[in-house]
């Protein structure tokens, strides 16, 4: 059975970009392979973060996953900063990474020109990826088309770390892309983000996906109520491949070209489906959230999973590169 980990930043609530991206995907494959999903904390804090609310944050992500069918019977669950083995391998791997591949990743180079002063971790966190799969010996990774780049580094540095100290040790991983592979935000151009204020939480009420949904950008040439469009411009028609039937997707799309209905009509369609979608999660997410203390222990244990596998591999990690348990001093 293919072991495979993926990971997500505990930026709070849900968005229907992060499910229909990744955990719809995890859910299905929690059944079909052994899984790890991991809440990576380490990784949020290389951008500026609100101190304060990182472990609410934590907290809810968690809630979010286990509302949209996470089952701990099936798959680990667990939070990064929990496992300090993930930060002693990423150490080890900056060891025979060069800096002219972290240097050519295009997230850092995007995300460097908005920084002032480029942190070091920004540069790093590709590395920190492969101590977080390589560290369980992942051999599948959920990605979408925006992280193949960082897999592909992350199987260099498998390969790097092999040839110095132990041939065949750690797997190359490989991509495994997702049904959706980018998720377009509400604004009609930028991948969904909650940073950008584009999304529709998972977890919203009825009331507030339509208030989201109201203004969200359609067909940018249909102006008039009157004017027929096409669907196939429209990002809110993408949408209601994920979350109406066949039937209904094809009547969005016939009521769109022959402009039997407006945009408001087709978005109030779309409203009811994503609301209808994700009422059991909503229901779910309301238990969890009443009883704090499952949620913690679920995390504790999943936790306690990872370190038992992760343990292991940092001492055999340290046994191959000439490192010692001991007490000898420096």
């Known amino acids: 059975m293919s072991r495979i ?16 991206g990744a955990v719809e995907n995890w859910v299905r494959l929690q059944r079909q392979h052994e899984c790890l999903i991991c809440i990576v ?9 609100d101190v304060s609310a990182l472990q609410r944050r934590t907290h809810e992500m968690a809630i979010g996953l286990l509302a949209s069918g996470i089952d701990t019977d099936d ?18 791997f900056m060891s025979v990474t060069p800096l002219g591949d972290l240097e050519r990743m295009t997230q850092f180079k995007d995300k460097s020109k908005k920084q002032e002063s480029i942190r070091a971790g920004l540069m790093n966190y590709p590395v920190l990826q492969a ?3 390589l560290l369980y010996k ?13 897999l592909e580094l ?44 584009n999304t529709i939480g998972i977890l919203e009420e009825p009331e507030s996906i339509w208030k989201l949904l109201r203004p969200a950008v359609t067909d940018p040439a249909r102006i008039r109520r009157s004017d027929p469009g096409d669907p196939d411009k429209c990002n809110i028609y993408s949408l209601h491949k994920y979350f109406g039937s066949e039937d209904q997707t094809a009547e969005v799309a016939s009521n ?34 009443a009883n704090p203390a ?21 001492r055999e990690v340290r046994e191959h590169m000439g490192l010692r348990e001991g007490s000898a001093s420096w």
């Not at 609301?275 to 309301?286: I, M, Q, T, W």
Request: glycine share 8%; aromatic share 8%.
């Open 131 to 133: 101590a977080d799969v």
């Open 256 to 289: 769109c070209r022959s402009a039997g209905w407006g945009c408001i009509d087709c978005k109030k369609v779309l409203s009811e489906a994503i609301s209808v979608h994700f009422r059991p999660v909503r229901e779910r997410a309301a238990d969890l959230r």
């Open 138 to 150: 992942a051999d599948r990774v959920p990605v979408g088309e925006d992280q193949v780049q960082h």
């Open 41 to 49: 904390d380490y990784h949020a804090i290389t951008q500026d973060y």
């Open 154 to 197: 992350m199987r260099e540095i498998a390969r790097k770390w092999n040839a110095r100290y132990c041939d065949g040790y750690f797997p190359e991983p490989k991509a495994q892309l997702t049904r959706a592979r980018r998720i377009i935000g509400l604004d009609g151009s930028a991948k969904m983000s909650k940073s950008l204020g």
């Open 294 to 314: 499952r949620v913690r222990e679920i995390l504790g244990a999943g936790a306690a999973k990872a370190r038992s596998i992760a343990g292991e591999t940092i």
């Open 75 to 92: 798959c680990i669950l667990f939070t990064q900063s929990h496992v300090p083995e993930h930060t002693e391998l990423a150490w080890v």
């Open 5 to 20: 980990f993926s990971g997500i930043q505990p930026s709070g609530e849900l968005h229907i970009g992060n499910y229909l």
